[in-house]
């Protein structure tokens, strides 16, 4: 109904106001800690300093205040220089290898089997939290750096990331700043029927968007590789595309934020799992058709989010054997009532207020569209575009007039029948 429509906007007019005053924090944040950053270059210029911060300040504008803000702090290293190798079999981890002949890195090695000197991901961020400690006196002792503008209270020794709170408007920002090496890589091909469907320039945004690796520290003596601005940039390329594609996004996010969230929830869902969501929605729901309407737009999201809470596990998009969701089975069960029953009768939530959040813990779960929503769990061909045409149908949001793909999910609806 037109009311209903209206109540979509109005929900998500919220979250784009927040947006403008949010990226102003952001950049007010940026510019301290480019200013520490930039002292720390001087101090070892090993460590450089990286302007274009334009993918952290996307997510930022999208996701919720308390969410730490991920910051690379690039290396002066070639890293198609450096050998990769595994410290085990299975488990993504690798030492790199240096050049016998490079010097200038000694003191970030240590040898290796066969004394083959290794890059030790312990030392960088030593010398890293070491060089931030002392930028941060210069800094303030020269009044580059106003009081309040830093709190590095929370940097410590052995963690795998430097946590710095910075002023940003009237809550402080949360950075965790990380090393990384970066080099060239074969561009992931996911070998997924559709994984290139749905997405600006079909293979050629995957190819973009991975055909860097960036190693970051897992251990203080390994290095993995991380996917979080490959997500981002695929997040980016997706703006770009019409309909209401990252709206849904943001709505999802601000309903989650204010109603599905626990306090002190630590297995719970975050805005890198809805990430994962609107990923593999945006290759399930290839069609412009499919993004027309906020309401639709949601839709997708939310048929995508309830399989993976159903079945206790959500994908990674880029590594798909990888499961995101490590949530204790009552945690994810009753994360799984608060979203069906947004599902189910979205309008109760879809309000501006001040007050408590909508109870949802009166729900039952309907055992048949539960059951529904386990059969990728057990038959990974479920996992297609008909199948979530099917969730779609389920709660009659589901306006596609294409032939071939209703006839698919009229077909696909028989064998689920039987299966039930």
């Not at 906020?294 to 499961?323: D, I, Q, T």
Request: overall charge neutral; aromatic content about 8%.
């Amino acid at each position: 109904s037109p009311a209903m429509v209206s109540r979509w906007h109005s929900y998500l007019s919220v979250s784009l106001s927040r947006e403008g005053p949010r990226l102003e924090r952001f950049q007010q944040a940026e510019n301290i800690l480019l200013t520490l950053l930039e002292r720390v270059h001087r101090s070892d210029p090993r460590f450089l300093v990286d302007y274009c911060r334009d993918l952290e300040a996307l997510e930022f504008a999208l996701c919720d205040d308390e969410d730490a803000i991920t910051l690379e702090v690039p290396l002066r290293v070639d890293g198609n220089t450096l050998r990769v190798r595994l410290c085990q079999p299975g488990d993504g981890a690798c030492y790199l290898e240096v050049p016998s002949q490079e010097a200038s890195w000694k003191d970030w090695t240590s040898a290796g089997a066969g004394g083959t000197g290794c890059l030790v991901p312990g030392k960088v961020l030593r010398c890293l939290k070491e060089l931030l400690v002392s930028a941060i006196v210069h800094c303030q002792r020269h009044f580059l750096l106003q009081p309040g503008d830093l709190n590095a209270e929370e940097l410590k020794e052995d963690v795998m990331e430097l946590t710095l709170l910075v002023r940003g408007g009237w809550k402080p920002l949360r950075f965790n700043l990380v090393p990384v090496v970066k080099r060239q890589q074969e561009p992931l091909e996911l070998g997924r029927r559709r994984s290139a469907e749905g997405f600006p320039q079909g293979q050629g945004s995957l190819r973009k968007a991975t055909r860097e690796a960036h190693l970051v520290p897992a251990s203080p003596y390994c290095w993995r590789s991380s996917t979080h601005l490959p997500v981002l940039k695929l997040l980016r390329a997706v703006g770009t595309l019409k309909g209401d594609r990252l709206d849904s996004l943001r709505l999802l996010e601000q309903v989650h934020r204010e109603e599905w969230r626990q306090e002190a929830q630590k297995g719970g869902l975050t805005f890198d799992h809805l990430k994962m969501v609107f990923l593999w929605s945006t290759e399930l729901f290839p069609s412009p058709e499919d993004w027309q309407d906020l309401e639709g737009s949601v839709y997708r999201l939310l048929v995508v989010l309830l399989c993976c809470l159903a079945s206790g596990r959500l994908p990674h998009f880029l590594h798909p054997k990888e499961n995101l969701l490590r949530g204790d089975t009552s945690e994810l069960g009753s994360l799984y009532c608060k979203v069906e029953s947004f599902a189910r009768d979205p309008h109760r939530f879809l309000r501006l207020h001040l007050g408590p959040p909508v109870h949802a813990d009166n729900l039952r779960a309907d055992p048949g569209l539960r059951a529904l929503l386990q059969l990728p769990a057990k038959d990974e061909t479920y996992w297609d575009t008909a199948y979530f045409d099917l969730l779609l149908s389920q709660f009659q949001v589901y306006r596609i007039q294409d032939h071939a793909r209703r006839s698919a999910m009229s077909q696909l609806l028989s064998k689920a029948l039987r299966e039930v």
